[in-house]
């Protein structure tokens, strides 16, 4: 079974940017959907992103244009790219994978989960 463990979270200012990455572990995430999930405090648990081989991507609405999911298959990584952030964007955020999670935008869909990576965005 992947394990998945992030890293890259922090406190940032309103504008700025983080870059999170999840290292995978004990299998290849060649043949994983792989995504981030986020969640605010007192909120649900969302959907962020998630890429699929080769390369498609997804997005929620909220973060379209600023946050970038990509993988590197040879590392067994995955990164989020977050930009533009807000105070909004703050949580803990999860990277996910599953080898075919539908619906993809539905946390019970992702079957491996890291523990989460705090980010914070400061006004």
């Known amino acids: 079974q992947v394990e998945l463990v992030e890293s890259g979270g922090g406190v940032v200012k309103t504008g700025g940017s983080l870059r999170l990455s999840c290292a995978a572990s004990?299998?290849?995430?060649?043949?994983?959907?792989v995504g981030w999930f986020r969640q605010a405090p007192g909120k649900e648990r969302e959907f962020v992103a998630a890429?699929?081989?080769?390369?498609?991507?997804h997005y929620a609405d909220s973060v379209k244009g600023r946050f970038t999911i990509s993988r590197v298959n040879a590392d067994n990584t995955v990164t989020l790219q977050m930009n533009s952030l807000q105070p909004e964007d703050t949580g803990v955020f999860y990277c996910?994978?599953?080898?075919?999670?539908?619906?993809?935008?539905?946390?019970?869909?992702?079957?491996?989960w890291g523990r989460g990576t705090q980010v914070t965005v400061s006004s």
């Open positions: 996910v994978a599953d080898p075919a999670p539908i619906p993809w935008a539905a946390r019970w869909a992702w079957t491996r």
């Open positions: 004990g299998g290849s995430i060649d043949s994983y959907t």
């Open positions: 890429e699929w081989n080769p390369g498609t991507t």
